[in-house]
T-cell receptor, first 113, second 113 residues
Framework: GAGVSQTPSNKVTEKGKYVELRCDPI?????LYWYRQSLGQGPEFLIY????????DSGLPNDRFFAVRPEGSVSTLKIQRTERGDSAVYLC???????????FGPGTRLTVL | KQEVTQIPAALSVPEGENLVLNCSFT??????LQWFRQDPGKGLTSLLL?????REQTSGRLNASLDKSSGRSTLYIAASQPGDSATYLC????????????FGAGTRLFVKA
């Protein structure tokens, strides 16, 4: 079956703009994670969804970041008033249930000019 | 607070050599530990997931071991090949305190032909 997909693969935006990043998890996976990865670092946890609800959003850096998963499948990460420091690769992962094997998408490379 | 450390940060070996990558963690109350591979500019590929009740897990030339009491996991790669060149990451999902998955910074492996 299809793996985790993310769109767009690349996004270039200007400082202060709003962006949305999309994640399509593996069908049937109830758990969905968002991460951010900077060069030379491991992924940094942002938020975890179990079904439609955000069960753990402790990794969101500030209130400019928000994520939704309204129907328990596709998720959107939303970043308001982007800053240059938001530039990174944003990764999405899904798993059958919480704390199971995670499968990652290819990521969205966000560049804020 | 869980912290994950990977040593060495980088490793260069000749083709055919057996090698060991190390992952250490500070909180032994874990559900499982997952090893990933990441190629440059790509997402993460799951290699092995080892449950907290297991001592080791094998897949092909890869063997992961887990010693919870000492807070260590190792990934053993037998008969390394140039195609094994990548960054290897270990990750630990959140325990009863939440769902925040913590990653190490990774070990960059280069296998010379």
């Amino acid at each position: 079956g299809a793996g985790v997909s993310q769109t767009p693969s690349n996004k270039v935006t200007e400082k202060g703009k709003y962006v949305e990043l999309r994640c399509d998890p593996i069908s049937g996976h109830t758990a969905l994670y968002w991460y951010r990865q900077s060069l030379g670092q491991g992924p940094e946890f942002l938020i975890y969804f179990q079904g439609t609800g955000a069960a753990d959003d402790s990794g969101l850096p500030n209130d400019r970041f928000f994520a939704v998963r309204p129907e328990g499948s596709v998720s959107t990460l939303k970043i308001q008033r982007t800053e240059r420091g938001d530039s990174a690769v944003y990764l999405c992962a899904s798993s059958l249930t919480s704390r199971n094997e995670q499968f990652f998408g290819p990521g969205t490379r966000l560049t804020v000019l | 607070k869980q912290e994950v450390t990977q040593i060495p940060a980088a490793l260069s070996v000749p083709e055919g050599e057996n090698l060991v990558l190390n992952c250490s963690f500070t909180d032994s109350a874990i559900y499982n530990l997952q090893w990933f591979r990441q190629d440059p500019g790509k997402g993460l590929t799951s290699l092995l997931l080892i449950q907290s009740s297991q001592r080791e897990q094998t897949s092909g030339r890869l063997n992961a071991s887990l010693d919870k009491s000492s807070g260590r996991s190792t990934l053993y790669i037998a008969a390394s090949q140039p195609g094994d060149s990548a960054t290897y990451l270990c990750a630990i999902p959140g325990n009863t305190g939440g769902f925040k998955t913590i990653f190490g910074a990774g070990t960059r492996l280069f296998v010379k032909a």
